[in-house]
């Protein structure tokens, strides 16, 4: 096994931001600057939501976080996107997924200014991204193709599997590795595809988006084949100080005596989401001041 660890990746994405960003300060411009909001107290979206604003902080960015309880109403969080699409000293805007039940993510979304969606999620900046453009590419699988060239894992030509259809990685995933320039050919599996392993054992890249543990292991694999694993899920461990540890969508240790690279998880692929939305607010920033 390979082990694709992400670590030195996203420090390297970093550092290129940040040489980027002095640049962009330098000419005057004032630092790029996030919103970033959170609705309710999910525990997993609070450590995410608090990487972000350290990775910001880090970069010198403007960073403003709203925290709002999570019985508000579907209204208030539209009148707050409002307010910061409206505000001039706020290039980017992300709402932490998941919302509450009784609030539509749609409709949040659907509010937020397609200038200031650094997550990418809005309907034209997935638009563009379908039908080629200049847009925001959603963090996840813009960390996903950075890791690929990073460690020159080649693409053009090859088979590759998306395990999972969710908006926010699935689907963006495919159309990016199907873009031209990148040139693979692209199955996408989910839930209600009757059997995976026909279309894994064959692949050269798998990325597995599953959200479930277990979904594949290294029986699924060729010899050869990258894995990503995007999976980040919490089991119950008591030997552990918080009782749970991550593991990914991949059986991890299954793969240990094959010719197989695949990204770790903790370690991987979530070490780029947050490097990638650092990219994404200094673009907004320089888009928004027209360089
Ligand atoms: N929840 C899980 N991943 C993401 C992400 O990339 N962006 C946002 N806003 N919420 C998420």
């Known amino acids: 096994m390979i082990r694709l660890g992400c670590r030195s990746v996203a420090d390297s994405a970093l550092e290129e931001i940040r040489k980027e960003t002095e640049r962009f300060t330098s000419e005057g411009n004032r630092a790029p600057s ?8 999910d525990p997993a979206s609070q450590t995410y939501v608090r990487k972000k604003a350290e990775a910001a902080a880090s970069l010198g960015f403007m960073h403003f976080q709203y925290t709002l309880d999570g019985d508000s109403e579907e209204k208030d969080v539209l009148a707050l996107v409002a307010e910061l699409n409206a505000r001039d000293d706020i290039d980017g805007i992300l709402v932490q997924l998941p919302l509450p039940r009784h609030i539509s993510e749609k ?3 659907d509010a937020i200014a397609p200038e200031k969606d650094v997550d990418g999620f809005s309907p034209v900046n997935m638009g563009r991204l379908a039908i080629g453009g200049e847009s925001f590419v959603p963090c996840t ?3 996903i193709m950075e890791t690929l060239r990073y460690y020159g894992i080649e693409t053009a030509g090859k088979k590759a599997v998306v395990i999972g259809r969710s908006n926010i990685v699935g689907k963006p995933m495919a159309l990016l590795l199907m873009q031209k320039g990148v040139d693979a050919t692209v199955s996408v599996c989910h839930t209600k595809t009757p059997d995976l392993r026909a279309y894994t054992a064959d692949a050269d890249i798998i990325i597995v988006a599953a959200g479930r543990p277990g ?4 029986s699924y694999v060729k010899d050869g084949a990258a ?3 995007v999976g980040v899920n919490r089991v119950e461990d ?5 009782g749970f540890r991550l593991v990914g969508d991949a059986d991890y240790a299954s793969f240990r005596d094959r010719d197989v690279m695949i990204t770790p998880v903790p370690g991987g692929i979530g070490l780029m989401t947050v490097s990638m939305l650092m990219a994404n607010t200094l673009e907004a ?7």
Not at 238 to 242: F, G, L, M, R, T
Not at 285 to 291: E, L, N, P, T, V
Request: glycine share 10%.
């Open 34 to 41: 996030l919103a970033v909001v959170l609705v309710g107290d």
């Open 107 to 109: 409709k949040v979304i």
């Open 141 to 143: 699988p813009k960390g």
């Open 215 to 218: 979904t594949i292991d290294a």
């Open 227 to 229: 894995v990503i694993d």
């Open 238 to 242: 008591p030997s552990k100080e918080k």
């Open 285 to 291: 920033a320089r888009k928004r001041r027209g360089r």
